[in-house]
């Protein structure tokens, strides 16, 4: 292949002369993939490999005065959608070339006409627009200099001359002024329908409005504030008419559209994108006071390797009272969330009541490699790999829209995608492990609702049934002894074409590539997971959502009437909690030791039993109806207690079993073990070490293998 037709620089030809190590030599062989060169000085052949040959610094191909011949890359064409389009490219590049330099892509002599060194850039354009002309493409010298402009501008990308660039719709109206109507477009994507003259009044008044300076000047006052007509066609040009026709469905879904992602996922590595979806479990389950509830699954699939890398259970509750202001529902939150990326970075712990075949050390994964480096795989571990997300593709669900779960993926160096509203094909695997779930897990398991309200079973409500925390414990096993060890179809490994592989045996194919090193979550990270509340310190303690939490040590007393810096926040401080555990909270020194305190609920030893902040918040409802204060805390705590007495005499003609409890997700440890250093307690005296003896390496001989008459080895240092 020539170097014309190939586009690469330094294209080597026989009987090229060439620069090399310093010397002149000519090209006069080809022998496989070495090249034969003939010095001018010794005239001795030399033979080379051509990639070590055209790689060597300072190589190039020189012309008949010993120049080196300018030769210009063409950029690998992968995205160009057509072999005719990439045919149109290289006969451009090779136009933009000769123009460019005044020689054709691999020649050494330039063309009558082209030679850049008796010509200016403005002959060579009316030379190339004659010959164009005779070959039957009639092309302006003005169109060839454009041309020339934007292939430099595109880093010499001759695929942008031959790119099909739909009209933006904008014509000869300037771009802020479009800008300005799609922004004001919308903006009444979620209302009711208006006409285009109600949006070009707002346009008006936006334009006025932000460019106040630039409509001073009466030419931009013109570009500015075109004529209303001119306004009218731009809304059919730019389709925005066309978006204000649509229903109001239609315009919020298309104006949910984030800028990213619109393309699927294309990884090499565990944890490089991992996909995250909240679903339906279909299973009714058992609430806290032993009512019948439904339950929500929320997961993360690995792409690169399919695997899960957690699972999060919780209850869906119907609150009370109208529509939007129910009292006491609950469904995922960005709690919920949080907890579910903590299980990405710690190994999923065996239980003694599973399955053995759940263990890690019997299934596909690499457990020695892992052992080497996380020490933590060493304990009875469950058959799921650690992997540490660096992208999530999420939904604009609100739990994934939340401030608190965008802050936490900031912590842990995590990217955040966002998909489109509605539109399944974003996630495609977690919308494939949704079916999978429902088909090898949730149909098998008591409470089973059906793939929808129609095929729903009777009397599902009246059978037996598990609590949340029972489904938790259950789906986590089916992870670690049914999926991650199912050979999955879409998995398949360029080691071992035609076997179809688990996530498992995929993420063991990855782990050599890609590697793996324990990031376990620091004792800040674990306290940056909680819920924040910024507070300020008092005689009397803290407030965290109207409960009061004191601590007796000195710390806190000396932060009373102090600033904590945090000019955003008024200078109160930053406290966290968990309200699945609300009893104890962590408030920040910012002034001093720079140090977490943890402060205990003032009415604690009254609450022996568990309890949540929705707990809480049911016990505040309780109260005010009652005709009391939200601020009465000993009044709430009082309530609360009732509803576990409540609990204990036994459930009521609808419900079922008393659940031991309320739901409280997995626990987050917010004060980590501190690292157990190996060598602690050991004295070593340093003068008492002696070197190891050296291997005998003076003769090739004492290296050979002792003999089987039992020789002794010489590689064995003697005894002392």
């Not at 090399?20 to 010794?42: I, K, M, N, P, R």
Request: aromatic share 6%; with cysteine.
């Amino acid at each position: 292949m020539s170097a014309a037709e190939g586009f690469s620089p330094g294209q080597l030809r026989l009987g090229d002369r060439v620069r090399w190590l310093d010397g002149v030599y000519q090209a006069v062989a080809f022998h496989g993939e070495t090249v034969v060169l003939l010095s001018d000085q010794s005239r001795v052949p030399v033979e080379v490999l051509h990639t070590a040959l055209v790689s060597a610094p300072g190589f190039a191909v020189l012309d008949a005065d010993g120049h080196p011949v300018a030769t210009t890359p063409l950029p690998t064409l992968i995205d160009s959608p057509s072999k005719k389009q990439r045919k149109e490219a290289r006969k451009w590049h090779r136009h933009m070339v000769e123009l460019d330099t005044g020689l054709l892509p691999g020649s050494n002599v330039p063309r009558p006409g082209y030679d850049a060194r008796t010509t200016t850039l403005a002959q060579r354009y009316a030379r190339k627009s004659q010959d164009l002309a005779a070959a039957g493409d009639e092309i302006s010298a003005k169109t060839l200099e454009s041309m020339r402009l934007r292939w430099k501008r595109a880093g010499e990308n001759p695929l942008v001359l031959v790119e099909k660039r739909g009209r933006s719709g904008g014509h000869r109206t300037d771009p802020r002024v479009i800008e300005v109507m799609r922004e004001v477009v919308m903006s009444h994507s979620r209302g009711s329908n208006v006409d285009g003259k109600a949006i070009l009044d707002e346009v008006r008044d936006v334009i006025e409005e932000r460019y106040r300076a630039e409509l001073a000047d009466p030419d931009e006052a013109k570009r500015l504030l075109p004529a209303r007509a001119s306004l009218y066609r731009r809304l059919t040009d730019t389709r925005l008419a066309e978006h204000l026709a649509a229903t109001t469905q239609q315009r919020a879904r298309r104006a949910s559209k984030p800028t990213r992602p619109y393309r699927p996922s294309h990884v090499f590595r565990p944890g490089q994108v991992v996909q995250i979806d909240t679903s339906p479990l279909k299973v009714k389950a058992l609430g806290d006071n032993g009512s019948v509830i439904s339950a929500e699954l929320t997961s993360a699939i690995d792409v690169a390797s399919r695997s899960n890398c957690a699972v999060m259970v919780v209850p869906v509750v119907t609150g009370e009272g109208p529509p939007g202001k129910r009292i006491g529902g609950r469904a995922t939150r960005a709690y919920d969330l949080t907890l579910l990326l903590a299980q990405c970075f710690a190994p999923l712990a065996w239980r003694s009541h599973w399955d053995p075949m759940a263990l890690a050390a019997n299934s596909a994964l690499p457990l020695e490699e892992l052992r080497a480096s996380d020490e933590r795989f060493a304990r009875a571990v469950a058959a799921r790999p650690v992997i540490h997300p660096r992208t999530v593709i999420i939904d604009q669900g609100s739990p994934y829209l939340s401030q608190h779960f965008e802050d936490v993926c900031a912590i842990l160096g995590i990217t955040i995608e966002y998909a489109r509203k509605k539109t399944p094909t974003d996630k495609p695997l977690k919308e494939r492990f949704f079916r999978s779930i429902g088909n090898r897990f949730s149909q098998h398991v008591a409470g089973w609702t059906g793939t929808g309200f129609a095929h729903r079973g009777l009397g599902v409500e009246k059978g037996p049934l598990y609590p949340i925390n029972t489904l938790q414990d259950l789906a986590e096993q089916w992870v670690a002894l049914d999926y991650q060890q199912t050979p999955h179809k879409g998995l398949r490994s360029p080691f071992t074409p035609g076997v179809t592989l688990s996530p498992n045996e995929m993420y063991a194919q990855l782990l050599p590539m890609a590697g793996y090193r324990p990031r376990p979550i620091t004792a800040e990270e674990a306290h940056k997971l909680l819920i924040p509340a910024y507070v300020t310190v008092t005689d009397q303690g803290i407030t965290i959502e109207n409960r009061t939490y004191q601590s007796h040590d000195w710390q806190m007393r000396l932060l009373m009437d102090q600033h904590s810096g945090l000019s955003g926040h008024n200078g109160r401080f930053e406290a966290r909690y968990n309200p699945y555990r609300p009893e104890a909270a962590h408030l920040y020194d910012h002034v001093y030791t720079k140090e977490w305190i943890e402060v205990e609920f003032i009415h604690r030893q009254l609450l022996t039993h568990r309890w949540t902040q929705d707990c809480w918040e049911r016990g505040t409802t309780t109260v005010v109806d009652n005709g009391g204060r939200s601020d009465d805390q000993l009044a709430i705590v009082k309530a609360v207690r009732s509803f576990h007495r409540g609990l204990r005499k036994g459930p009521s003609k609808t419900q079922k079993a008393a659940a031991t409890g309320p739901f409280q997700g997995l626990q987050v440890d917010a004060q980590p073990a501190a690292a157990v250093d190996p060598y602690a307690g050991v004295s070593v005296d340093v003068d008492a070490v002696s070197a190891y003896r050296s291997l005998p390496l003076a003769g090739r001989e004492n290296l050979q293998p002792p003999s089987h008459g039992g020789a002794e080895d010489p590689l064995r240092p003697e005894a002392e």
